[in-house]
């Protein structure tokens, strides 16, 4: 089959596990980088980002490595109109809204828009939905961490003033004892994480910084939240790791058994786990886009072969 060439828009943590990946891909060529900035650290093309329309002809799948706090909502359409897209938006409560917007710029395109790939939006997703529909009556909660989540950083890293940031999720480990003992009818994701902003930034500008992150809707409001200024060097020192990880567990009775599901990830690297999500998801919409599947569609609506570059029949051999 026809090799898929793939590009990335926007070069950040994202951006750069995804140029790796896609390299390392048998059945991938990528095309270049877009970016708002002009000079990066790579050997691959760069294009400026509102240069997109001159490559539409030339490119199969562009990765939106951007941020979701900002760039996604303001963005994500606009690519949409001119290639067939893969993106990690991770505001949960906008997902459907991000959808209907993505299905209506791609398909008046004839493209193809993949919404909310990742792990969170993303892998576990697919464990929520395929898990709580084995049971009658499911209990099923989502933890996170400990570890740097991304989503979050980026979107402290877009309040005025912060110069670096980053964002651990802390999970309390009395919600995930109870969740796996199927008591966590009581739990919610805000009472089963506190969130720890480590962030650098003039002095003068923090007690505004500080207020603006704790009260930020969807990604900080209403966690308990703690934020922390440091200094650059102590910032550049201590907090570049991004590890992250994470589970789902879903347990309920079975007409008399119990039964517990548990997808669990522990990530080195939470950009490289995302970026090989991100991919194999690029892998599909290309492949849908071409079988004439037009619109938006999110992880659930997508075959699981279509991730694979290996043909269906030896997966069913090999895998079923
Ligand atoms: N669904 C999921 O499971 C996951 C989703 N994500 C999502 O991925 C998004 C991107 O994360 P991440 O790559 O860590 O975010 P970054 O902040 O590293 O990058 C976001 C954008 O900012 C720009 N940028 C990056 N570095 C700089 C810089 N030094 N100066 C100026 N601009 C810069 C880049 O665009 P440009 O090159 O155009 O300047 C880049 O695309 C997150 O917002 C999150 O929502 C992340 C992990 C998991
Ligand atoms: N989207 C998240 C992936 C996971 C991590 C997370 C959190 O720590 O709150 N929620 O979802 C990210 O950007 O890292």
Same mark, same amino acid.
């Given at each position: 089959?026809? @090799?898929?060439?793939?590009?990335? %828009?926007?070069?950040?943590?994202?951006?750069?596990? %995804?140029?790796?990946?896609?390299? %390392?891909?048998?059945?991938?060529?990528? #095309?270049?980088?877009?970016?708002?900035?002009?000079?990066?650290?790579? &050997?691959?093309? #760069?294009?400026?980002?509102?240069?997109?329309?001159?490559?539409?002809d030339d490119i199969d799948v562009?990765?939106?490595?951007?941020?979701?706090?900002?760039?996604?909502?303001?963005?994500?359409?606009?690519?949409?109109?001119?290639?067939?897209?893969? &993106?990690?938006?991770?505001n949960h409560a906008d997902i459907p809204g991000h959808r209907a917007r993505m299905d209506a710029a791609a398909r008046a395109n004839g493209h193809t828009a993949m919404v909310g790939t990742g792990w969170d939006p993303g892998l576990f997703s697919v464990n929520r939905t395929m898990a709580?529909?084995?049971?009658?009556?499911?209990?099923?909660?989502?933890?996170?961490?400990l570890g740097a989540s991304q989503g979050h950083s980026d979107a402290v890293r877009r309040v005025p003033g912060v110069q670096r940031a980053?964002?651990?999720?802390?999970?309390?480990?009395?919600?995930?004892?109870?969740?796996?003992?199927? &008591?966590?009818?009581?739990?919610?994701?805000?009472?089963?994480?506190? @969130?720890? #902003?480590?962030?650098? %930034?003039?002095?003068?500008?923090?007690?505004?910084?500080?207020?603006?992150i704790v009260t930020m809707p969807n990604y900080f409001e209403p966690y308990e939240t703690t934020v922390e200024f440091v200094s650059v060097e102590e910032f550049e020192k201590n907090h570049q790791g991004l590890p992250?990880?994470?589970?789902?567990?879903?347990?309920?009775?079975?007409?008399?058994s119990l039964s517990t599901v548990e997808f669990s990830l522990e990530l080195e690297r939470n950009p490289d786990f995302t970026a090989a999500a991100q991919v194999a998801y690029a892998r599909a919409a290309a492949r849908m886009n071409r079988s004439g599947q037009v619109g938006a569609f999110t992880v659930l609506e997508v075959a699981p072969y279509l991730l694979s570059p290996i043909p269906l029949d030896e997966l069913i051999a090999r895998d079923v």
């Amino acid at each position: 089959t026809k @090799r898929i060439r793939a590009a990335i %828009a926007g070069y950040g943590n994202l951006g750069r596990s %995804a140029e790796k990946l896609i390299r %390392a891909q048998d059945d991938m060529d990528l #095309v270049g980088i877009f970016s708002r900035r002009s000079s990066l650290d790579t &050997d691959a093309p #760069v294009f400026p980002a509102d240069s997109a329309a001159q490559h539409a002809d030339d490119i199969d799948v562009v990765l939106l490595c951007l941020g979701s706090a900002t760039d996604i909502p303001e963005q994500a359409t606009g690519w949409a109109e001119l290639f067939t897209t893969v &993106d990690t938006y991770d505001n949960h409560a906008d997902i459907p809204g991000h959808r209907a917007r993505m299905d209506a710029a791609a398909r008046a395109n004839g493209h193809t828009a993949m919404v909310g790939t990742g792990w969170d939006p993303g892998l576990f997703s697919v464990n929520r939905t395929m898990a709580e529909a084995l049971f009658p009556s499911a209990q099923q909660n989502t933890f996170w961490g400990l570890g740097a989540s991304q989503g979050h950083s980026d979107a402290v890293r877009r309040v005025p003033g912060v110069q670096r940031a980053v964002q651990y999720t802390i999970p309390s480990d009395d919600a995930l004892q109870a969740a796996r003992r199927g &008591d966590g009818a009581d739990i919610t994701a805000h009472t089963a994480h506190r @969130r720890e #902003v480590v962030a650098v %930034a003039e002095e003068s500008e923090q007690e505004r910084i500080r207020e603006q992150i704790v009260t930020m809707p969807n990604y900080f409001e209403p966690y308990e939240t703690t934020v922390e200024f440091v200094s650059v060097e102590e910032f550049e020192k201590n907090h570049q790791g991004l590890p992250h990880g994470g589970r789902v567990i879903t347990t309920g009775d079975l007409g008399g058994s119990l039964s517990t599901v548990e997808f669990s990830l522990e990530l080195e690297r939470n950009p490289d786990f995302t970026a090989a999500a991100q991919v194999a998801y690029a892998r599909a919409a290309a492949r849908m886009n071409r079988s004439g599947q037009v619109g938006a569609f999110t992880v659930l609506e997508v075959a699981p072969y279509l991730l694979s570059p290996i043909p269906l029949d030896e997966l069913i051999a090999r895998d079923v």
